[in-house]
């Protein structure tokens, strides 16, 4: 996984982009944590193999450490398949 911080000090309110790359596999799930602590805005991660939070809470001068932390899955299986070749059982017409 690749992580991009990138400060926006002048955004308002100022924060820090974090941009995720899991180098191909789908994200499952994702944790981020500054100093060993979850950030407030976690990323939206179901099925994406890239994302991006925001931190609005870490302290501008001041070094920090961000980790993350989950699972990737780089094959999903098919539950239902339909060809739609035939609406032949559909039901047509106007429904009030």
């Given at each position: 996984m690749i992580i991009t911080a990138t400060p926006e000090p002048l955004n308002v309110p100022?924060?820090?982009?974090?941009?995720?790359?899991?180098?191909?596999?789908e994200f499952l799930e994702l944790s981020v944590?500054?100093?060993?602590?979850p950030i407030r805005q976690q990323p939206?991660?179901?099925g994406?193999?890239?994302t991006?939070?925001?931190?609005?809470e870490a302290p501008f001068g001041v070094p920090v450490t961000y980790t993350a932390s989950g699972t990737t899955s780089s094959s999903w299986t098919a539950v239902h398949t339909?060809?739609?070749?035939?609406?032949?059982?559909?039901?047509?017409?106007?429904?009030?």
């Open positions: 100022p924060r820090i982009r974090l941009d995720f790359d899991s180098e191909g596999d944590m500054r100093d060993g602590r939206a991660v179901l994406l193999t890239e991006h939070t925001y931190d609005y339909e060809t739609w070749a035939s609406l032949t059982n559909w039901a047509t017409g106007y429904f009030a």
